[in-house]
């Protein structure tokens, strides 16, 4: 009996080996197909808190939101300025009701994502102009996973929104491309929001400036 059962022991471990490896090359061969699967699945599934807002510096975020909202307002004063040369054709460029910085990257070469950064003109006169940073962008192309900011920055731009401690106050918005109806107390940006807002009164003053001077006719205008 035993010399009966050692050649079915030595094919049953025969064959285990043999499914092993055949199962093995499957495997392999399958994860290589589904890589490109799996990898999208999670460019587009992790979550990585702050990382567009800290960017490996040391400044506290509510400061880093504040600089970039800041140095936006700087760059489109100067567009809408007396110094700039091209300041007529760039107001005409100019729309009301729209995220003017789809228009600042495709004309002037303005290095920015629309889906991150937001330039707004309401009003019925477009008199009010509005800044927006989005804090939960979309996947943005050349980044893996999703950027967004942490529960503890959101609230931490929410206790500030009602001091005025950095020039200006915030108010917030869900989405990038739906700034706030006004600038009442009741639009502060609150931690449930996606997008912080500044209401641009510099650029305001500049664009008040362009559209009432006498070489500047309103139909050329927005």
């Known amino acids: 009996m035993l010399r009966l059962g050692r050649p079915i022991v030595k094919g049953c471990?025969?064959?285990k080996r043999h499914i092993t490896r055949r199962t093995l090359v499957v495997l392999l061969l399958f994860l290589l197909a589904a890589s490109p699967l799996v990898?999208?699945?999670?460019?587009?599934?992790?979550?990585?808190?702050?990382?567009l807002i800290q960017g490996g510096h040391?400044?506290?975020?509510?400061r880093v939101v504040d600089g970039r909202l800041g140095y936006m307002e700087d760059i489109l004063c100067y567009y809408v300025s007396k110094y700039n040369e091209s300041r007529d054709i760039f107001l005409s460029?100019?729309?009301?009701?729209?995220?003017?910085?789809?228009?600042?990257?495709?004309?002037?070469?303005?290095?920015?994502?629309?889906?991150?950064?937001?330039?707004?003109?309401?009003?019925?006169?477009?008199?009010?102009c509005w800044l927006g940073y989005n804090l939960e962008p979309p996947h943005?192309?050349?980044?893996?996973?999703?950027d967004k900011a942490s529960p503890t920055v959101k609230k931490r731009i929410e206790e500030?929104?009602?001091?005025?401690?950095?020039?200006?106050?915030?108010?917030?918005?869900?989405?990038?491309?739906?700034?706030?109806?006004?600038?009442?107390?009741?639009?502060?940006?609150?931690a449930s929001d996606s997008v912080v807002w500044i209401r641009a009164v510099k650029v305001e003053a500049e664009l008040k400036d362009a559209l009432f001077r006498k070489e500047t006719h309103d139909e050329q205008v927005f």
Request: proline share 5%; glycine share 8%.
């Open 13 to 15: 471990i025969y064959l």
């Open 39 to 51: 990898y999208h699945w999670l460019d587009h599934t992790l979550v990585f808190y702050d990382r």
């Open 58 to 62: 040391a400044f506290p975020p509510v």
């Open 93 to 128: 460029d100019l729309r009301r009701g729209v995220n003017n910085m789809k228009m600042l990257t495709e004309k002037y070469q303005y290095k920015t994502d629309p889906s991150i950064k937001s330039f707004y003109i309401t009003g019925d006169s477009g008199d009010v």
């Open 140 to 146: 943005l192309d050349g980044r893996f996973g999703l």
């Open 160 to 190: 500030v929104s009602n001091q005025k401690r950095l020039g200006y106050f915030f108010y917030g918005s869900l989405s990038i491309d739906s700034p706030p109806i006004s600038d009442d107390n009741r639009y502060r940006f609150k």
